[in-house]
């Protein structure tokens, strides 16, 4: 788990503001003794985890890709090849949404605004990361170089069939 208790709070007004502006539907699904909170999610979140990433091409159709996705201070962030199509969808529109799913235990659903970094001291930061994650830098993984993304995210809602099973790591158990 790498958020800080000020982004655990956030992640929590963003969960409690999601689901609040969410439809009958929604919430006959994901009622409040299906939901999880935001340090249930950070901890579960914690390591690699495939997305499903949603992009939009410029006639507005959508289209959907896998990514290793990290749950890092509270935002998915990824990376990819420079060359990929969808780094040119989130660079001319970067509305996007991602889903994780492990079958009917948990549901990650997140919708917000892409923001691509393929230079500067937060590429540095998000590349040791990846490289240490790894054990290899990424940079020498495609011939044209890896970006990274980040989602700032406008709406999440996470859905586990057993909230009472996933844990919550707390600072002690985090070694802050």
Same mark, same amino acid.
């Given at each position: ?121 937060? !590429? ?5 990361? !990846? ?34 099973? !996933? ?10």
């Amino acid at each position: 788990m790498h958020e800080t208790d000020e982004e655990i709070a956030d992640l929590q007004r963003l969960l409690d503001a999601s689901i609040g502006r969410a439809n009958g539907h929604l919430t006959g699904i994901v009622t409040d003794d299906r939901r999880l909170d935001a340090r249930q999610l950070a901890t579960e979140l914690t390591g690699m985890k495939v997305l499903v990433l949603a992009t939009v091409t410029a006639r507005g159709e959508p289209r959907t890709s896998c990514v290793d996705g990290h749950f890092l201070h509270g935002r998915w962030l990824f990376g990819t090849a420079a060359t990929a199509i969808k780094v040119k969808h989130m660079r001319a529109r970067p509305a996007v949404s991602a889903t994780y799913v492990d079958g009917e235990r948990i549901g990650v659903f997140t919708h917000g605004t892409a923001q691509v970094v393929s230079e500067g001291p937060e !590429f540095e930061e998000y590349n040791a990361y !990846f490289t240490d994650y790894y054990g290899s830098d990424p940079q020498t993984w495609d011939e044209t170089g890896v970006v990274y993304a980040t989602i700032e995210p406008s709406w999440t809602v996470a859905y586990a069939s057993d909230p009472g099973s !996933f844990p919550r790591q707390t600072d002690a158990d985090n070694g802050k």
